[in-house]
């Protein structure tokens, strides 16, 4: 489980912000996927800070990942190679970065051109994606006005007014800090 650090002026809301986080992660399954989660709430400004330091789990997808070449043969000069798919998840994206000339059956494709090595679908989106889900069920309703920084750390802020530069100065030094942060 990742590791859990809140900020908060009021102690009950501390415990309530620590398994408000607990929960999301769990309910998310992000817990293995992250070192650090850090929570700043200032309820009297009112602003909030929430920071996750992911593992560096995130991948691009080969096609190697999704298909094998299971028979390579020459028509009218031209070389064919037929494959199979090998695991579907990423099967659409796969279908989309080939030329594909037909498709006997689910698991089977005909084509001309082939780099077992070509990326076709980077899963840091998908991964983005639920941390920001995530944020949006630790984050008090209400605030609607919010600035996120992604890079090895994602960090946002929200508030229910506008920023203050001090706010967002505060938030790309939490940023800085997690980047910073020795994983063991």
Known sequence: MAEIYVDCEDEAGKKIYTKVIQTALEDLVLGKSIVRVEFIAREKEPYFILAVLPKQTRKKIKV???????????????????LKIVDETYAPHLLKNIKVLDQPSRFE??????????DIYDTSKEFIDKIMDFMNRVFPEGMRIRKTFIDKAIVSIASERPLKEEEIKKTLEVKEKLESYKII
């Open 64 to 82: 190697r990942d999704v298909a094998e070449i299971v028979e390579e043969k020459k028509v009218d000069g031209k070389k064919l190679y037929k």
């Open 109 to 118: 494709i005909i084509t001309d051109e082939v780099d077992l090595d070509m």
